[in-house]
């Protein structure tokens, strides 16, 4: 599927720009993968994919502590984007290509 793959991603967060990596695999209308930055590694499961649309929950280790990220976006070819909420510290897009 079109969704799966890695991602070279950036996330606009409000304290800046920040750099990630994303591997997305789906099964049916499932979606996992790792959700990877400089402050470490973290497996998902229970995304979902709808078409190109795609959506997941991951915990993150931030500078304010634990959080947990959620995602939504649309993949169109080698590109991927949308926005995410960092749990309650606001929210943000995301954009990226595949790697």
């Known amino acids: 599927m079109a969704v799966d793959g890695t991602w070279n991603i950036t996330?606009?967060?409000p304290m800046g720009e920040?750099?990630?990596?994303?591997?997305?695999?789906?099964?049916?209308?499932a979606l996992s993968g790792t959700f990877g930055s400089e402050r470490g590694s973290q497996e998902f499961s229970g995304g979902?994919?709808?078409?190109?649309?795609?959506?997941?929950?991951?915990?993150?280790?931030g500078a304010?502590?634990?959080?947990?990220?959620?995602?939504?976006?649309t993949v169109d070819g080698d590109t991927i984007g949308g926005t995410?909420?960092?749990?309650a510290f606001g929210s943000g897009?995301?954009?990226?290509?595949?790697a």
Not at 21 to 28: A, V
Not at 84 to 87: C, K, T
């Open 48 to 61: 979902t994919v709808d078409g190109n649309n795609v959506s997941w929950k991951t915990m993150f280790n």
């Open 84 to 87: 995410v909420q960092f749990g």
């Open 64 to 73: 304010m502590g634990p959080m947990e990220l959620t995602f939504s976006g």
């Open 18 to 29: 920040r750099p990630a990596q994303l591997t997305l695999k789906t099964d049916g209308n």
């Open 93 to 98: 897009t995301w954009k990226g290509t595949r």
């Open 11 to 13: 996330l606009s967060t």
